[in-house]
T-cell receptor, first 112, second 114 residues
Framework: EPEVTQTPSHQVTQMGQEVILRCVPI?????FYWYRQILGQKVEFLVS????????KSEIFDDQFSVERPDGSNFTLKIRSTKLEDSAMYFC??????????FGPGTRLTVL | DQQVKQNSPSLSVQEGRISILNCDYT??????FLWYKKYPAEGPTFLIS?????DKNEDGRFTVFLNKSAKHLSLHIVPSQPGDSAVYFC?????????????FGTGTRLKVLA
């Protein structure tokens, strides 16, 4: 069964450093998403991406965040200068136009 | 602005009994609702969905009910099994800028006791 994969599974970084979280969506999917979940809290929408551009972004997704689809398979989330409060599980998801999003296993980001 | 709310953070149910998880929403533009199940250290897994044109959708032990006038949906699990123990998120979607945006609730931790 096709699945969304994410790397790394756990990323530890120092405050102020840049991180790139990587996702490989399901190959025939066209819509891509990033969500995050701070420990014990709800799953929060960050951004949706379609046709090589951002479709929608939340208030969380400020200028420190960016997304890219650098090639035909990867979908990345970059945080330019990490803050302590960026520590969370980051989930990538992808979907076809009328299907439900399928989530990856997540990347745990720890900012020290 | 909490558009999707799950007011019960946790629920314990005996094995074999019914589990009822509730979700309320505020945005009348939502037209599609989903339930996801999440185990620790894993991503959310899609469980069941319902379109706003229906009031019930059933899939095996799982049934989702939608009451549009009350802006309320519920997930029934019958019979509950220990393997159902997980965090359950409801999500609602609305089409914006050509894509669907999915808003998640805060989750309900279900514990099924053997």
């Amino acid at each position: 069964e096709p699945e969304v994969t994410q790397t790394p599974s756990h990323q530890v970084t120092q405050m102020g450093q840049e991180v790139i979280l990587r996702c490989v969506p399901i190959s025939n999917h066209l819509y891509f998403y990033w969500y995050r979940q701070i420990l014990g809290q709800k799953v929060e929408f960050l951004v949706s991406f379609y046709n090589n551009e951002i479709s929608e972004k939340s208030e969380i997704f400020d200028d420190q965040f960016s997304v890219e689809r650098p090639d035909g398979s990867n979908f990345t989330l970059k945080i330019r200068s990490t803050k302590l409060e960026d520590s969370a599980m980051y989930f990538c998801a992808s979907s076809e136009p009328t299907s439900t999003p399928i989530f990856g296993p997540g990347t745990r980001l720890t900012v020290l | 602005d909490q558009q999707v709310k799950q007011n019960s953070p946790s629920l314990s149910v005996q094995e074999g009994r019914i589990s009822i998880l509730n979700c309320d929403y505020t945005n009348s533009m939502f037209d599609y609702f989903l339930w996801y199940k999440k185990y620790p250290a894993e991503g959310p897994t899609f469980l069941i969905s319902i379109s706003s044109i229906k009031d019930k959708n059933e899939d095996g032990r799982f049934t989702v009910f939608l009451n549009k006038s009350a802006k309320h949906l519920s997930l029934h699990i019958v019979p509950s099994q220990p393997g159902d123990s997980a965090v359950y998120f409801c999500a609602a979607s609305v089409k914006t800028s050509g894509t669907y945006k999915y808003i998640f609730g805060t989750g309900t931790r279900l514990k099924v006791l053997a």
